[in-house]
């Protein structure tokens, strides 16, 4: 039997400064980019995240 595509998939939210993949979210595919200020354990700071696939 066939695997059924997902009405979501998995993205990961980047920190702005150090580039590094902190946090993971499951969003609706074809939304808009989402960026989101999050803590950031590496900077130690809060830093604007923003969304990248795979």
Do not use: D, W
């Not at 009405?7 to 946090?23: D, G, T, V």
């Amino acid at each position: 039997m066939a695997k059924k595509k997902s009405a979501h998939e998995l993205s990961y939210l980047l920190c702005s400064e150090c580039k590094e993949r902190n946090y993971h979210i499951f969003r609706k595919r074809g939304a808009e980019k989402l960026e989101i200020r999050k803590f950031c354990p590496r900077c130690r700071a809060h830093r604007v995240h923003t969304e990248k696939k795979k």
